[in-house]
């Protein structure tokens, strides 16, 4: 079954690089972001790997778990660990899923039913085991990015994702194009005008339909 903005994520067990775990006990009452690979030593995903390693600051700072998968053993992944910390300089604090069965890239919609891994086997095999989830502490997904092979994951974006969805979540608010934190948000079209000068203050009515506040505060 395709999983969807607002599904429950699957709670499987996962082996890790630091040990096994169910998905839900993994998430707890945090935010959390999982961000998959097709394989170990590859160049693009050393890259992304290290970026994420390098905002290890910024995940902390917003309660963020942070969890990688890749469809390699445990012994690849630890390895692979220290070609990470060489190019980013950064250690690579995160655990990484060894989904070597492909249970998480199926449960996960990255992968059709009947893939697996034949011997010999290349990045191509698993090309779409390129996504980033964002999960909310309900362990429901709020957002879901799939990239090519070719192009690099830009992690500031997804930070800046994160930090909308978490602005986002339960307010009846929502970011415009670009929005980055400090920036004022969009009044949902659940809300009258009144209704919004009673919750948030100051309106700005752009059009009737488009109404901008303050951020308010979490």
């Known amino acids: 079954m395709a999983l969807r903005i607002n599904d429950t994520v699957p709670d499987i067990t996962v082996t890790t690089d630091q040990g096994a775990f169910a998905l839900h006990d993994f998430i ?5 972001i999982f961000f998959s690979h097709p394989k170990d030593f590859t160049p693009v995903c050393t890259t992304e790997f290290g970026a994420v390693a390098q ?22 992944h630890k390895k692979w660990k220290g070609d990470i910390e060489k190019v980013s300089k950064a250690a690579a604090f995160f655990p990484i899923v060894a989904d070597t069965d492909l249970a998480m890239s199926k449960a996960f919609d990255m992968l059709p039913a009947n893939a697996y891994l034949p011997g010999g086997r290349t990045p191509a095999d698993t090309a779409t085991v390129r996504s980033v989830f964002i999960i909310g502490p309900d362990k429901k997904v709020r957002l879901m990015m799939t990239y090519p092979m070719s192009v690099g994951r830009n992690f500031a974006e997804v930070l800046r994702a994160l930090d909308a969805v978490m602005a986002t ?47 308010p505060a979490a």
């Open 55 to 76: 905002l290890k600051d910024e995940w902390e700072k917003r309660g963020v778990k942070v969890l990688g998968i890749s469809v390699d053993d445990v012994e690849d």
């Open 169 to 215: 979540d339960g307010v009846p608010i929502a970011t415009p194009a670009n929005w980055v934190p400090g920036e004022d948000v969009i009044v949902a079209l659940s809300l009258s005008t009144e209704k919004a000068q009673e919750k948030f203050g100051d309106v700005n009515v752009v059009l009737p339909y488009l109404r901008t506040v303050k951020r």
């Open 28 to 32: 707890g009452n945090s935010y959390a």
